[in-house]
């Protein structure tokens, strides 16, 4: 099987292998480097993650350049999967780009409209273009945060009387874009150990500086930096813990 050009080995584990494979890997072989290319090959089918309204509010950074790597492990304090690692994952959110990518999302619907399927009647196509024309602008548009308030405030009257959609501030649509970024993310991590890669998600970094070193606008911000590379045989600091499944799984 193939998606725009990518082969998907039959050789690669399988989603629950890829999950228990999986781990955060703070130390990096220096011996083994990865090919730039299946990270590429990686990124590109983790833009197939579930994303809010398809907007696609994310850009990822591939950084393999030396000078970036040495200044982007400084800016993550020197930890040792920042250290060791081969190349970087800088995952970003651009939530900024919505009006492009409603846009981008309008065209191509009207592109389909011209070769439409049968079971997508002019109606629902029509429907799907009103979604980006006027829900999107709606819920994505504010002027210094000051408009989310408005809605959130008109939001919370209605839903005294009927189920409404609460998440509308400025702060809430930052989220909305953070959690489709960071499915992205889990998805390219899963990918990279279904072909036997290893990565490790990262937090604990210079976000401002690092936004800075890859010349991102202001309005952009780091959702994790992930180092890649393949373990070392200490490359795992410890076994795997979760607190019991039982204290997470609700039953109803
Ligand atoms: C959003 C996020 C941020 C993280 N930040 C760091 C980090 O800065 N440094 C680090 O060593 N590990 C980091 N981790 C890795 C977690 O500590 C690790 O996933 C957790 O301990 C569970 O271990 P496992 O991934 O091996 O199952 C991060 C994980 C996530 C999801």
Request: net charge positive; hydrophobic share 45%.
């Amino acid at each position: 099987m193939r998606w725009k050009g990518i082969k998907f080995s039959r050789m690669e584990k399988s989603v629950s292998e890829a999950l228990q494979y999986r781990r955060a890997v703070r130390l990096f072989d220096p011996e083994q480097p990865i090919d730039p290319e299946e990270v590429r090959q990686c990124l590109q089918l983790a833009t197939l993650a579930p994303n809010s309204s398809n907007l696609q509010l994310w850009e990822f950074h591939h950084v393999c350049a030396p000078s970036l790597k040495a200044k982007i492990a400084e800016y993550s304090f020197g930890q040792n999967a920042a250290k060791t690692a081969d190349q970087f994952v800088v995952v970003v959110v651009r939530k900024d780009l919505w009006p492009q990518r409603a846009k981008w999302n309008i065209d191509s619907i009207k592109a389909l409209q011209l070769d439409a399927p049968p079971h997508l009647s002019d109606l629902r196509l029509r429907e799907v273009i009103r979604y980006y024309d006027r829900l999107i602008p709606f819920l994505y548009f504010d002027i210094w945060g000051i408009l989310g308030w408005i809605k959130w405030l008109f939001f919370a009257i209605v839903g005294l009387f009927r189920p409404v959609y609460r998440e509308v501030t400025a702060c809430d649509m930052r989220i909305v874009a953070h959690k489709s970024a960071a499915l992205a993310a889990q998805s390219f991590m899963l990918l990279m150990a279904a072909r036997g890669y290893d990565t490790c998600p990262m937090e604990g970094i210079d976000t401002r500086r690092i936004r800075k070193l890859l010349r991102l606008p202001r309005s952009a911000e780091i959702n994790m930096v992930i180092a890649c590379g393949i373990r070392t045989d200490k490359g795992i600091y410890g076994p795997r813990l979760r607190v019991p499944f039982s204290e997470v799984y609700r039953p109803w």
